[in-house]
T-cell receptor, first 109, second 111 residues
Framework: NAGVTQTPKFRILKIGQSMTLQCTQD?????MYWYRQDPGMGLKLIYY???????DKGEVPNGYNVSRSTTEDFPLRLELAAPSQTSVYFC????????FGQGTRLTVV | KQEVTQIPAALSVPEGENLVLNCSFT??????LQWFRQDPGKGLTSLLL?????REQTSGRLNASLDKSSGRSTLYIAASQPGDSATYLC??????????FGQGTTLQVKP
C-alpha cells in the first residue's frame, strides 16, 4: 500500500540548474498539492490540482511549474534553481483526509 | 484570505501531563480541519480529521475539537508520553479546495 511516493529523497543542485520532483499516488485522489517547508516553519502551498488537467497557484508559485496529465502523477518543475529554493518539499493527495509523501530535501548551492 | 495560527510555538511538559494545543483560523467557511504529527526529518502523519459539521473527534489519547463560529480548534493529549514529542500541525481545507497550514507547535515531553 504505497500511498504518496516522492522521488528523489535528497538532491543537491547548482544555481541555475533545473530539475523535476516526482510525486505519484495510488489512491485515485483528485486533489494533489505541493508544499515547501523551511526550517522551523509550517508548510507553504506552491501549487495544487483539483484533477487531471487542472492546476492552480498557491501562496509561493514563483520559480516553479507543475503539470497534471494523469490522476496519479503531479510533478513539480524547478527552472533556474536559486538558493532561496533550498527547502524540504512535500507532496500530498486527498479525498477527504490528506496523505503526505516523505518529502524531498533539496539544497541549491 | 484564510490564515491559520498555532499557539504556542513550543511547549515543554513533564511526562504524564494532560495538555492542549491551539489552532485558530480567520475564515469560518471551512470544509474540515485536520491535525498532523511531524517527527524531525520526516513527513506528516494524519492524526485526526474533523468535518465542519462535527464538534470533536477522538483517537486513543487524542481528542480534537472544532468551534467553527469562533474559528478555533484544540488538540487535547491525555497522559502525555516522551513518544508524543513531535511537531503538531493543523490544516484547514477552505472552499476552494486548498489546505492551509499553521506553523505548528513543537512539543517536548520530558521523562
Amino acid at each position: 500500500n504505497a500511498g504518496v511516493t516522492q522521488t528523489p529523497k535528497f538532491r543537491i543542485l547548482k544555481i541555475g540548474q533545473s530539475m523535476t520532483l516526482q510525486c505519484t499516488q495510488d489512491m485515485n485522489h483528485n486533489y494533489m498539492y505541493w508544499y515547501r517547508q523551511d526550517p522551523g516553519m509550517g508548510l507553504k502551498l506552491i501549487y495544487y490540482s483539483v484533477g487531471a488537467g487542472i492546476t492552480d497557484k498557491g501562496e509561493v508559485p514563483n520559480g516553479y511549474n507543475v503539470s497534471r496529465s494523469t490522476t496519479e502523477d503531479f510533478p513539480l518543475r524547478l527552472e533556474l534553481a536559486a538558493p532561496s529554493q533550498t527547502s524540504v518539499y512535500f507532496c500530498a493527495s486527498r479525498s477527504t483526509e490528506a496523505f503526505f509523501g516523505q518529502g524531498t530535501r533539496l539544497t541549491v548551492v | 484570505k484564510q490564515e491559520v495560527t498555532q499557539i504556542p510555538a513550543a511547549l515543554s511538559v513533564p511526562e504524564g501531563e494532560n495538555l492542549v494545543l491551539n489552532c485558530s483560523f480567520t475564515d469560518s467557511a471551512i470544509y474540515n480541519l485536520q491535525w498532523f504529527r511531524q517527527d524531525p526529518g520526516k513527513g506528516l502523519t494524519s492524526l485526526l480529521l474533523i468535518q465542519s459539521s462535527q464538534r470533536e473527534q477522538t483517537s486513543g489519547r487524542l481528542n480534537a475539537s472544532l468551534d467553527k463560529s469562533s474559528g478555533r480548534s484544540t488538540l487535547y493529549i491525555a497522559a502525555s508520553q516522551p513518544g508524543d514529542s513531535a511537531t503538531y500541525l493543523c490544516a484547514v481545507r477552505d472552499n476552494t479546495g486548498k489546505l492551509i497550514f499553521g506553523q505548528g507547535t513543537t512539543l517536548q515531553v520530558k521523562p
